[in-house]
């Protein structure tokens, strides 16, 4: 079981970065997925949700409007479309993995396997 | 949303110690409460779930207790490679929230 995430790096407050994360040894489709983020010196932070086949995403107040979460079943793979980036988005940027869902139930609230994480910084 | 208030937010101790990591949420929970460690520049790891549920493959000297609002997490006889930030996280209710962690470091 593995999370692999790219695409992270230093970009200009009010611009855009498109994180991914590719998953493998398991059956990526089963589950939700999730952002965390870990600002320098401070505590993770739950950025954003998507179930399992794209019905619902949610979304931490502080990225709402700006920030998508998408995800490929077919690609095992999952994404993270940050625009209007501004300084306080700088962080460590972590895929996890969620809920395992099926089409009747959820279970497993807890998150793991965590990626191991890629750096945004935002900074003119 | 609900707040996980965790303390505390730093404890220094020796090999051998009993340490002892306190959760409060500010509403009942229904033990959706999870601990992880982490360690700078790695992935941070589950380590319990459910409020008491080991996760394969951790050592037993860790431990997990608590029910409603109140948790505690326990390390009975503290590693070397126990020294680590550990975090308290509610998975009741979206948005997931976590406790804003304890650094535990070597006397």
């Known amino acids: 079981v593995q999370l692999v995430e790219s695409g992270g790096g230093l970009v200009k407050p009010g611009g855009s970065l498109r994180l991914s994360c590719a998953a493998s040894g398991f059956t990526f489709s089963d589950y939700n997925f999730n952002w965390v983020r870990q600002a320098p010196g401070k505590g993770l932070e739950w950025v954003s949700t998507i179930s399992s086949s794209s019905n619902y995403m949610f979304y931490a107040d502080s990225v709402r409007g700006r920030f998508t979460v998408s995800r490929d079943n077919a690609k095992n793979s999952l994404y993270l479309q940050m625009n209007s980036l501004r300084a306080e988005d700088t962080a460590v940027y972590y895929c996890v993995r969620g809920k395992y869902c099926t089409n009747t139930y959820c279970s497993r609230r807890w998150f793991d396997p965590w990626g191991q994480g890629t750096l945004v910084t935002v900074s003119s | ?107």
């Open chain 2, 1 to 107: 949303d609900i707040q996980m208030t965790q303390s505390p937010s730093s404890l220094s101790a020796s090999v051998g110690d009993r340490v002892t990591i306190t959760c409060q949420a500010s509403q009942n929970i229904n033990n959706y409460l999870n601990w992880y460690q982490h360690k700078p520049g790695r992935a941070p790891k589950l380590l319990i779930y459910d409020a008491s549920n080991l996760e394969t493959g951790v050592p037993s000297r860790f431990s997990g207790s608590g029910s409603g609002t109140d948790f505690t997490f326990t390390i009975s006889s503290l590693q070397p490679e126990d020294f680590a930030t550990y975090y308290c996280q509610q998975y009741d209710n979206i948005p997931v929230t976590f406790g804003q962690g304890t650094r535990l470091d070597i006397k």
